[in-house]
């Protein structure tokens, strides 16, 4: 217990710096600028963020990044609630009942509701991962090539169980996106695999420039098709502060949100996704009149809010004690402590203390300036949600082009995220959802480093992964929740959790 | 290609084909399958002892592969979601206007093509501008107007006060300027420039009759659509 205080205690040493603090500030206000245009989701901002923060040193660097990403996270809820178009998946529930209460003149109680709330999941989140690092680091040590296999497989199966729509199509992305993960140089014999003879694909695929073509110039190209109907609220955005009527409601639900998000969350396989999702249903149940769902309930919003926020922070402790990205946006995030050169895992906390504990604080502090920077601003981003997708379009192209140009100063970079734009709308048009195939992507390499050196070890014997048994126990649970999810009564319940 | 926009599951639709968006989907990942074993068909598999470069990519070509002949069976068995419609507009000049980005941002040869690096001054208007095509909707000079503004602010912001190393204008201006001014004197100059000109092309324009900002939707419309 005293180290866990005095951790933290070195950890807002760092983080409350001035300098820091101004960092935390500024990624947190251009993550919801970028984070608030409609069809840009988290992952796009960061990478389009990304190149802001090269001159920096790593620790203010990773404070930025932080920010931004929760600038980015409460930027999506906002469009959502302001113009009913979700930035992204865990935004979808916030649209429900929180665009019904901006009609019904209540926008901003919604908004300060869903900022409350997430400062609250934020606050939970950040004792979670201070109060887990430490032992969850420790199981990292225990951790062989055969176990981490297991894991990241079981961590792909949990993404196919939790991706919307067909089981069979999400599995084909995942498979896929491991595939590109292949692509470049073989790191153990040094040959070139599936590069088409191109100097540019010696290296592999960049992450950034797959994420941004996928997520960014695909959504771009999806939006276009939709001929635009956006419906920003005109209804006067009201009080932002909830009385104790609207508090009494909703703190029930903040709580229970704030719990199901920080347990899923921890979850590698992208968690966080469901978060949302399981806490409005939850809330929908425990309901006195159900009916009021859908028709701008505080609870609606309160408590997916929570599970979204705290499931967004969580969600680094995969990443900061094992070194597993859990989801698209973490993978970004290792790129980033690459470039400054840092490498994600269980030795980040050892090694460099201040950074692993500034970090931790800084997640807070960015919380509560998300509160005091969101709540002033709401007019602002009213006023920004009203520009025209046909001045919006052009802007966003340009920002990734100069994003991601400014990563490697490659322009091959740049003719990649168009190519990957065009695949990602194929894909798109096709039926099938993009984020198993980045998760697919993102473990690819960690996955066949980890195979070869288990596969080694074990002198070719698959029976390994079921010998071993902390990787039997993951194998089993992966089969199982497979197995579970292809019942057809469960995928029914599946597919109305989602439809919700 | 624009398909008449059946609901999915109707009972009337013709034909062996029941679910052309698996049709599709399968056919494409047959076709990755296929591409990958190709590629890598002179590369070794090795031993599960000592895996070669090609055993992971080969067995997830094989699976990629599985799932695509499970979706085009399905295709024919099972009722399923009518392909979208396809735009050629979007895509066309998105890409294009990325492309000239591309292109333009530093120098670039591509056989006897070559092409001088303009830097952002250049690159930035022109991926507004080409891609501000991609819809129907778009006005050009509203498309210029936003070009003038937002490319100095990215100038300024990247190349001032960030200092990334993205090229900014074409070195061949730089004898225009005095001898004495820095290249971010110059940058100033230019993006100076450009939003003056911003301000010109809007002031020189005709009168909007009324601000037509948006779509409104009546409040019971919904937007489901």
């Known amino acids: 217990m005293g180290d866990f205080a005095s951790n933290l205690s070195l950890g807002f040493g760092v983080a409350l710096s001035l300098q820091n603090l101004g960092l935390a500030f500024l990624g947190c206000l251009v993550g ?83 900022a409350i709330g997430s400062f609250f999941a934020g606050t939970v989140a950040t004792l979670v991962i201070a109060a887990l690092g430490a032992p969850l680091t420790g199981l990292a040590l225990i951790f062989g090539p055969t176990e981490y296999f297991s894991l990241m497989t079981m961590g792909l199966v949990f993404a196919v169980v939790l991706a919307r729509g067909s089981i069979l199509k999400a599995i084909a992305m995942i498979l896929v996106g491991v595939l590109l993960s292949t692509v470049g140089t073989d790191l153990e014999t040094g040959e070139e695999r599936m590069t088409f003879g191109l100097p540019f694909l010696v290296d592999g695929i960049d992450f950034a420039v797959l994420a941004m073509g996928v997520f960014g110039i695909a959504e771009i190209l999806r939006n276009l098709d939709h001929t635009e109907t956006r419906d920003v609220v005109r209804q006067a955005i009201g009080r ?21 998000g920080a347990a899923l969350g921890i979850l590698p396989g992208n968690g966080a996704v469901l978060g949302p999702f399981a806490a409005y249903t939850l809330e929908k149940k425990l309901a006195k009149d159900p009916r009021r769902f859908g028709q701008g309930a505080i609870e609606g919003v309160a408590g997916p ?56 604080a800084s997640m807070w502090i960015g919380n509560l300036m998300l509160l005091v920077i969101n709540l002033p601003l709401v007019g602002m981003w009213v006023r920004l949600l009203k520009v025209p997708y046909r001045l919006m379009f052009p802007a966003i ?80 649970i992966a089969a199982i929740l497979l197995i579970v999810a292809l019942l057809p009564s469960i995928r029914k319940g599946r597919d109305e959790v989602f439809t919700e | 290609m624009s398909v008449p926009h059946e609901r999915p599951g109707d009972p009337g639709r013709r034909g062996p084909i029941r679910a052309p968006q698996s049709l599709g989907g399968g056919i494409f990942l047959v076709f990755l399958a296929i591409l990958a074993l190709w590629l890598n068909r002179n590369l070794d598999q090795g031993t599960l002892n000592a895996m070669g470069p090609a055993m992971l990519p080969d067995w997830l070509a094989v699976g990629v592969g599985a799932c695509g002949v499970a979706l085009l069976a399905f295709a024919f068995t099972k009722q ?6 396809w735009s050629l507009r979007g895509p066309f000049f998105v890409v294009l206007g990325i492309l000239a980005f591309a292109v333009t941002i530093r120098p670039f040869e591509l056989g006897a093509l070559t092409i001088p690096g303009l830097g952002l ?24 107007i936003l070009a003038l503004c937002l490319t100095p602010f990215c100038m300024v912001l990247f190349g001032d006060l960030l200092n990334l190393p993205i090229p900014i204008f074409p070195q061949a201006l730089r004898d225009l300027f ?38 409104v939707v009546q409040p019971d419309e919904g937007i489901d659509g």
């Open chain 2, 121 to 144: 001054v250049i690159a930035g208007p022109l991926a507004i501008i080409i891609g501000g095509f991609a819809t129907p909707e778009m006005r050009l000079r509203e498309l210029i």
């Open chain 1, 397 to 476: 192209l340009m920002f990734c082009c100069i994003g991601i140009y400014s990563i490697n100063s490659l322009p091959t970079d740049v003719m990649f995220i168009a190519f990957f734009g065009l695949v990602g709308y194929m894909l798109i048009k096709f039926g099938f959802e993009p984020a198993p195939m980045l998760l697919g992507f993102v473990l690819g390499k960690l996955m066949e480093e980890n195979l070869r050196r288990a596969l080694i070890l074990s002198r070719g014997d698959m029976m390994t992964f079921i010998e071993h048994p902390i990787s039997a126990v993951l194998l089993a």
């Open chain 1, 240 to 260: 932002l502060l909830p009385n104790r009527d609207d508090f009494r409601h909703s703190y029930k639900p903040v709580l229970r949100g704030t719990f199901i």
């Open chain 1, 32 to 114: 919801s600028l970028i984070g608030v245009l409609p069809g840009v989701g988290p992952i796009a901002t960061i990478a389009m963020l990304l190149p802001i923060t090269f001159g920096l040193d790593p620790i203010g660097a990773l404070i930025m990044l932080a920010g931004i990403y929760y600038g980015a996270q409460y930027g999506g809820s906002t469009t959502a609630i302001l113009v009913n178009i979700p930035g992204e998946a865990t935004s979808v529930v916030t649209a429900l009942d929180g665009h019904q209460m901006a009609r019904q003149g209540r926008a901003g109680i919604a908004l300060g509701i869903a």
């Open chain 2, 80 to 85: 399923g979601d009518e392909l979208d419609h």
């Open chain 1, 305 to 360: 809010e929570s599970a979204n926020n705290a499931g967004a922070q969580t969600s680094f402790i995969p990443l900061l004690t094992l070194g597993i990205p859990p989801n698209a946006v973490m993978a970004l995030m290792v790129g980033a402590m690459t470039i400054h050169g840092i490498v994600p895992g269980p030795q980040v906390m050892t090694r460099n203390p201040d950074l692993f504990w500034g970090m931790i």
């Open chain 2, 178 to 215: 005095p001898a004495d001014w820095s290249q971010k004197d110059i940058l100033r100059a230019m993006a100076a420039a450009m939003v003056v000109g911003a301000i010109v092309v809007y002031a020189l324009g005709p009168k909007k009759r009324t601000q037509q900002v948006d779509r």
